[in-house]
């Protein structure tokens, strides 16, 4: 009698060893927002629209402010900055299709490093969609 009651004993605790883990619903971390580039949730599909519109403009101005004076520090700056928006912008925006949105990007990121080489973010940036390209065995606009 000893013996079955170690035997079930043993069982029980073997059985709720095997217990599978509770599984616990895996929800995606949101992303950062990127600087003007992305819609907060709830809004149209017309407020990134806008605001890769806005970063347009700026950096549009900051360009002809910085080509005007191109010894200026903090016109290089705002340009620099104002490039990296619309770089963001433009690669991350559901408005324009991947065939419009990459190449525009990956021009104004050279364009950033065409100015300031030692400019990581604006590599990093350059360099994913560069290697997006390659993963799918297309060219590389402007390569």
Request: with cysteine.
């Amino acid at each position: 009698m000893k013996n079955w009651l170690l035997i079930f004993t043993v069982t029980v605790v073997a059985a709720g060893c095997n217990t599978p883990p509770v599984q616990t619903e895996n929800k995606p971390t949101p992303a950062p927002a990127q600087s003007g580039s992305a819609a907060t949730p709830g809004t149209t599909a017309e407020a990134p629209a806008r605001s890769m519109a806005k970063d347009k403009e700026l950096y549009e101005t900051a360009k002809a402010d910085y080509e005007s004076d191109k010894s200026n520090e903090e016109k290089k700056k705002q340009y620099i900055q104002a490039t990296m928006n619309y770089g963001e912008a433009a690669q991350y925006t559901d408005t324009l299709p991947p065939k419009e949105k990459y190449p525009l990007a990956l021009d104004l990121f050279r364009e950033v490093l065409k100015v300031d080489p030692k400019n990581e973010e604006a590599k990093k940036y350059m360099d994913t969609i560069v290697d997006i390209y390659k993963q799918m065995g297309r060219p590389v606009p402007g390569a």
